[in-house]
């Protein structure tokens, strides 16, 4: 039960990820970039809700058991999900902080953080 909810969890959002890289690539309005960010976002708290309860009513004691697959490579592969997700937090917290590296920026560029 709880694989079935991760596959549809990832077909829904990998079908948004879809729409917004078109709405972006072949849209110039901001109306359909807006309404998907919004469809996009309800998606992913309904899904966040969705998994909680799940995660809730079917776990054994830690959340690690809830993997899939378990060989010697799902350890290395769970880090690497983790710095991967986290790249970009990181990424933007130094630029943030690097203030050395933000004064050569053309002004639209430093309008934006």
């Not at 079917?58 to 690497?80: C, T």
């Not at 690097?98 to 309008?111: F, G, I, Q």
């Amino acid at each position: 039960c709880g694989c079935e909810l991760w596959k549809g969890c990832s077909a829904c959002f990998t079908s948004c990820y879809i729409a917004v890289a078109g709405s972006l690539f072949f849209s110039s309005d901001n109306g359909v970039w807006r309404s998907l960010c919004d469809l996009h976002s309800a998606g992913c708290i309904i899904g966040t809700i969705a998994l909680a309860c799940s995660l809730f009513a079917y776990a054994q004691g830690n959340i690690l058991h809830e993997e899939e697959g378990r060989n010697p490579l799902d350890g290395v592969r769970l880090i690497a999900a983790i710095v991967v997700a986290l790249f970009p937090f990181v990424l933007w917290l130094y630029i943030y902080v690097n203030k050395e590296m933000r004064a050569s920026w053309p002004t639209h560029c430093k309008t934006v953080i």
